[in-house]
């Protein structure tokens, strides 16, 4: 098996990699040249992929990553990480050796081109990976679990009715009380729900936000692709909040990120969080995704503060997990205690 890499992958070699995706492969946004395209106006991300190909040229399998420069030049290598979503990707009907064999190449690939680059490797699976674990192992990489709820979308009355009474009810009084959920207008409106983003990810959240560029090109990119929606709850003649879903017609459609006011809107029977992932799901439905992705649910055993806010809109848990590999293992342990002492010290 061959492997083709793309670092610096121009217009005709994502043309080449869309088309081939339509025409094999499962759908899927985050694998996806739409997704590598909103990184490409921000320094501080890199999107690149392979293509691993049998002897005739073939596309077997490909992959995609993005790697993340969260600090300035001066401490950059102990900062940048490379995160997989969803991948890799195999040309349907693969038989399984060549599945294993397309993964080994391609992960030795991903491990020789990022290692001096970046801290650690980390693949977020949107799939069972068990029957890879041999593969991931053999090349160093560590398994954890995280839990993810997936719900069936395919038909509006059945994805209704899966929800909670609860949250049937919220959505009824948000109609009742005024509250819209439209796609975001402008620019402004987008910089409005990023807003709220950033005090949800500062207070609450504490982990690294995607920059603000990135949630631009995204919007940019979906007014004239059709790859996603980013959609804001107005009340009152304000924005309440927002959601940021992309998606691919006829596959899955993600809640990338969300954040509402629905703390301090709660005493006027009004809940934008509840409206705007029912909204999602309804645009998904449009486009004929058959399931909502709700793209993380914590650690089991482990108290995580929306898991009980999504488990009430139904669907199927999962526990798919994720594999990680530290390319520089003493790096790595000093940077996560200078991280986990700054996070008791400012509350990062």
């Not at 009715?161 to 796609?183: T, V």
Request: hydrophobic residues 40%; proline residues 4%; contains cysteine.
């Amino acid at each position: 098996m061959q492997v083709q890499l793309y670092l610096h992958p121009g217009g005709s070699e994502q043309n080449q990699w869309s088309l081939w995706l339509a025409a094999n492969a499962d759908i899927h946004y985050f694998q996806h040249p739409s997704f590598g395209q909103i990184f490409s106006k921000n320094s501080k991300y890199r999107y690149q992929w392979l293509a691993v190909t049998r002897p005739d040229g073939t596309w077997i399998a490909t992959l995609a990553w993005v790697m993340m420069f969260e600090r300035a030049f001066i401490l950059r290598y102990a900062t940048t990480r490379t995160v997989v979503y969803g991948g890799p990707v195999f040309l349907p009907g693969l038989p399984e050796p060549e599945k294993q064999q397309a993964l080994d190449a391609a992960l030795k690939s991903l491990i020789r081109i990022t290692r001096n680059k970046s801290l650690y490797i980390q693949f977020r699976n949107f799939y069972d990976t068990a029957r890879f674990a041999d593969t991931f192992k053999r090349h160093g990489f560590v398994f954890s679990e995280r839990l993810n709820l997936v719900k069936t979308i395919t038909h509006s009355e059945s994805a209704y009715a899966e929800m909670s009474p609860s949250r049937c009810r919220e959505l009824r009084l948000c109609h009742k009380n005024g509250l819209m959920i439209r796609d975001a207008a402008n620019i402004s409106e987008v910089d409005q729900l990023y807003g709220l983003l950033q005090k949800l990810y500062k207070k609450k959240v504490r982990k690294p936000l995607i920059a603000r560029s990135v949630v631009h090109g995204f919007y940019h990119f979906s007014v004239h692709n059709n790859c996603g929606k980013i959609l804001v709850a107005e009340y009152k003649g304000s924005i309440v909040g927002g959601i940021i879903a992309p998606f691919t017609p006829g596959g899955t459609i993600f809640e990338w990120y969300v954040c509402g006011l629905d703390k301090h809107l709660k005493q006027e029977k009004v809940y934008p969080t509840v409206s705007l992932t029912w909204a999602a799901m309804q645009a998904g439905m449009l486009q004929g995704c058959h399931h909502f992705d709700f793209m993380g649910m914590g650690i089991p055993g482990k108290p995580y503060g929306v898991r009980n806010f999504k488990a009430r809109f139904g669907g199927e848990w999962v526990n798919y997990g994720r594999w990680m590999r530290v390319n520089h293992p003493k790096t790595y342990k000093t940077v996560e205690l200078a991280y986990n002492l700054l996070r008791l010290v400012k509350g990062v």
